[in-house]
């Protein structure tokens, strides 16, 4: 099979890039790294593509942003559309079999919530959200709806991995990192691995939007597993003066942090698979 796949240097990018290429697909990547197949940066250009492909994947997005992930910034949720607009402008003149775009849960803008399923109404509560959700329209609007796969990920943990995941671990390595004990929030985890195996095994059949998770675990489990050392563990009860402080001293970034970490926020898979 032939794999186009935007954001080739991204972390999902990257990973998907290598490992189809191992299992013996061809693949293109493009993006604007010099690493790239294609070179162009497509927050500000786009480049016509020549060759068909059979499967096109656009994990190019702006990601890793504080501001973009916290709030809303015109600006950045203009650039992540256009990365989207010029993408489709560079394979306007190609045939494929499939176009998966990698979204997010974060279109729901949920802090807790338990086996959450698609049909849950989608409010972006950050500009990640919102361009996530405009791009997913976009696409929608661009193509039959046979053609389309939009994956809509949690947490994805893997080699590498980036974002909130490689925070925590950076915490827990320099004895930062602070959970409340007895602690059972869940949350849904993908792990890169089981994303490449559904998109080589399961894909080409699908269409339509949908959750793809790995499993279900408890958040301090989980951001335990990440390092030998252990983290600072502050008694639960701790957890409402915690959040009055932050309401007082509006410290909305703490108060964001606490919700996360102690709400359970799990997803249903849509699809059957592994």
């Not at 849904?188 to 998770?213: A, M, T, V």
């Amino acid at each position: 099979m032939k794999y186009l796949i935007s954001g080739g240097q991204g972390f999902l990018g990257s990973y998907l890039a290598k490992n189809l290429s191992n299992s013996g697909h061809v693949v293109k990547t493009i993006g604007r790294s010099k690493e790239n197949d294609i070179v162009v940066d497509l927050s500000q250009n786009f480049f016509k593509v020549q060759s068909n492909f059979d499967y096109i994947i656009h994990a190019a997005s702006i990601v890793h942003n504080e501001l973009h992930n916290r709030s809303f910034s015109s600006p950045i949720i203009m650039t992540d559309v256009l990365i989207t607009e010029n993408f489709l402008k560079s394979i306007s003149e190609i045939k494929f079999k499939k176009f998966i775009f990698l979204s997010s849960v974060s279109v729901y803008g949920l802090n807790g919530g338990i086996q959450i399923d698609t049909n849950q109404p989608t409010l972006p509560s950050s500009g990640y959200g919102l361009s996530k959700l405009i791009n997913e329209k976009i696409i929608g609007k661009s193509f039959n709806y046979e053609k389309v796969l939009i994956l809509r990920l949690p947490l994805v943990n893997g080699p590498n991995v980036k974002g909130n995941i490689k925070k925590a671990k950076e915490g827990l390595i320099r004895g930062k990192m602070i959970l409340f004990n007895h602690n059972n929030a869940l949350k849904s985890i993908l792990e890169i691995s089981d994303l490449l195996n559904f998109i080589d095994n399961y894909s080409q059949k699908l269409n339509g939007i949908h959750h793809l998770k790995s499993y279900d675990v408890e958040f301090n489990k989980f951001v335990s597993s990440l390092s030998c050392k252990k983290p600072i563990l502050v008694p639960f009860w701790a957890i409402k003066w915690c959040i009055k402080i932050c309401l007082m001293f509006k410290l909305k970034k703490l108060h964001r942090i606490i919700l996360k970490s102690t709400l359970s926020l799990t997803f249903k898979n849509t699809v059957e698979w592994n």
